[in-house]
């Protein structure tokens, strides 16, 4: 396949219609490149997983306007000033593994252009430098995100350790605090969720659901 180069996002979006499905694909810089090419590790669906019903069973309580979804297509667009030091000018379509977003039951959607929530479950080559100035993309991504102005969280989620980072917006900015305990509270109140950091990683190996004597 010969790979385009330097796209718009609106040639990217017509790229990424003409791939097949199971190809992840997000726009770095106006290049096109295909994300984690091996499948990814059975924990990090599982992870992505549990946050997805995690999340969805508190929306439904607290705010049914809202679901979570993974990987959707974002739309969003940044000022200049959240590029500052990443090298490049906005040509990007980042793909959250799991995101907040507007419950819109519409046949056919598949992109976004807001998002209230957005997270990461750390990929083998999230945290290669891709980006010029050795910015790894996991970095670009969560700045860009915290950059969107409906954003109110961000979660990077590591997958080989108990790790979490959560960015929440306050009325002074962004507030980060990292959780590496399974009985710390991830408590996000603007999304009804609050449990323990262990239960992200329920069934994964760092967490193995208890076999029946």
């Keep these: 396949m010969t790979m385009p180069s330097r796209l718009s996002p609106a040639a990217f979006r017509a790229f990424q219609d003409g791939r097949p499905d199971e190809e992840r694909w997000e726009l770095i810089d106006g290049t096109p490149v295909m994300m984690t090419p091996p499948p990814p590790l059975i924990d990090h669906n599982r992870i992505a997983s549990n946050l997805e019903r995690l999340l969805n069973d508190a929306l439904a309580l607290c705010d049914p306007d809202r679901e979570a979804v993974q990987r959707p297509g974002l739309e969003i667009e940044v000022g200049p000033a959240a590029l500052e ?26 992109f976004v252009d807001r998002a209230h929530l957005l997270a990461e479950v750390v990929s083998g080559t999230d945290d290669d430098p891709i980006l010029p100035g050795g910015v790894s993309w996991i970095d670009a991504k969560t700045r860009l995100y915290r950059a969107h102005q409906a954003c109110r969280a961000v979660l990077v989620i590591e997958q080989r350790r ?28 603007g999304f009804g969720l609050r449990c323990p950091v262990g239960a992200l990683y329920a069934g994964t190996h760092l967490r193995p659901r208890r076999r029946p004597a």
Excluded: H, K, M, S
């Design 162 to 189: 108990i790790a979490v980072v959560v960015w929440e917006r306050g009325p002074d900015g962004w507030d980060e605090r990292r959780l590496t305990d399974p009985d710390d509270a991830l408590d996000l109140p």
């Design 85 to 110: 030091g990443l090298g490049f000018a906005g040509a990007y379509r980042p793909e959250p593994d799991v995101a907040v977003i507007d419950y819109e039951p519409v046949a056919g959607r598949r």
